[in-house]
């Protein structure tokens, strides 16, 4: 069984930095794409950026550029590293793992900008 626990997330200003980090269980972390998603208060869940085990990335464009995904086999770990944060990127943020058809999901972390 593959488990997903993400950490790192808490209450930053406008304009600061948050590492998230996406500890994962299991043996088949290097052949599974990894992805974060966030959703905010009453608005669906979405993506915001994804690897996969080739390490090709894709973003939201709101983040692009500020928003960088980045993966670690050697530590079964995937991170979100989030610079120039924004009030809009308030949300729980959530990582995922995905292998031939199957999907595990975190608990989810809260990302809070104040402004």
């Known amino acids: 069984q593959v488990q997903l626990v993400e950490s790192g997330g808490g209450l930053v200003q406008a304009g600061g930095s948050l590492r998230l980090s996406c500890a994962t269980s299991?043996?088949?972390?290097?052949?599974?794409?990894m992805a974060w998603y966030r959703q905010a208060p009453g608005k669906q869940r979405e993506l915001v950026a994804a690897?996969?085990?080739?390490?090709?990335?894709n973003y939201l464009n709101s983040v692009k550029g500020r928003f960088t995904i980045f993966r670690d086999n050697a530590k079964n770990t995937v991170y979100l590293e989030m610079n120039n944060l924004k009030p809009e990127d308030t949300a729980v943020y959530y990582c995922?793992?995905?292998?031939?058809?199957?999907?595990?999901w975190g608990q989810g972390t809260q990302v809070t900008v104040s402004s």
């Open positions: 995922k793992g995905s292998w031939l058809r199957n999907e595990y």
């Open positions: 299991g043996s088949i972390f290097s052949i599974m794409a």
């Open positions: 690897i996969t085990r080739d390490y090709s990335t």
